[in-house]
């Protein structure tokens, strides 16, 4: 089992749907969560992070954290054409800790 | 203007060469980390270092070396020992919430 996983793809939706991208970690210990985008051909940019249980809002992002299940989830409202890239979940076991990253989940948002 | 910088974008090597990646900072964080990244792939880490003169190996050390001399840089030395080095590699610092923040990466491809 990997430690952190994502649906590779490709999840395709309608501009203007929610998108929803799911991540799930073995490590049950696990402090804190990211969510990365990356553009194809560019470096992965910070999206927003979440430590505790429940939902974090940043404007159309909504990252949601459940640890008794161990999954972690991104919604994208309203996405646009512009959302179109690879998104990577990645967990950090503790405090100044490596952060384990998933394989990436692409989506395409169609016009 | 903080960020982290990767030179050069686009490298190539022949068989057999050793090629040095560079990777600076001016954002004052202590730890420096190097990550490789494959066609459709997630980040994979090669090292990382939390301090000056001081490094560890990360999942996938062999045929990697690096040095921390300065808190700035953090070079990564592809050795002829790397069999498969065709890749995309990225430097990253971690930040006050441990988030991790991505310099634009290096593209490297054997001849």
């Known amino acids: 089992q990997k430690e952190v996983e994502q649906n590779s793809g490709p999840l395709s939706v309608p501009e203007g749907a929610i998108a929803s991208l799911n991540c799930t970690y073995s490590?049950?210990?696990?402090?804190?969560f990211f969510w990365y985008r990356q553009y194809s051909g560019k470096s992965p940019e910070l999206i927003m992070f979440?430590?505790?249980?429940g939902d974090k809002e940043d404007g159309r992002f909504t990252a949601q954290l459940n640890k008794a299940s161990q999954y972690v989830s991104l919604l994208i409202r309203d996405s646009q054409p512009s959302d179109s890239a690879t998104y990577l979940c990645?967990?950090?076991?503790?405090?100044?800790?490596?952060?384990?990253f998933g394989q990436g989940t692409e989506l395409s948002v169609k016009p | 203007d903080g960020g982290i910088t990767q030179s050069p974008k686009y490298l190539f090597r022949k068989e057999g060469q050793n090629v040095t990646l560079s990777c600076e900072q001016n954002l004052n964080h202590d730890a420096m980390y190097w990550y490789r990244q494959d066609p459709g792939q997630g980040l994979r880490l090669i090292y990382y270092s939390q301090i000056v003169n001081d490094f560890q190996k990360g999942d996938i050390a062999e045929g990697y070396s690096v040095s921390r001399e300065k808190k700035e840089s953090f070079p990564l030395t592809v050795t002829s020992a790397q069999k498969n080095p065709t890749a995309f590699y990225l430097c990253a610092t971690t930040g006050p919430n441990n988030e991790q923040f991505f310099g634009p990466g290096t593209r490297l491809t054997v001849l």
């Open positions: 990645a967990v950090n076991r503790w405090q100044g800790g490596k952060l384990i």
């Open positions: 490590d049950r210990g696990s402090q804190s």
């Open positions: 979440i430590y505790s249980n």
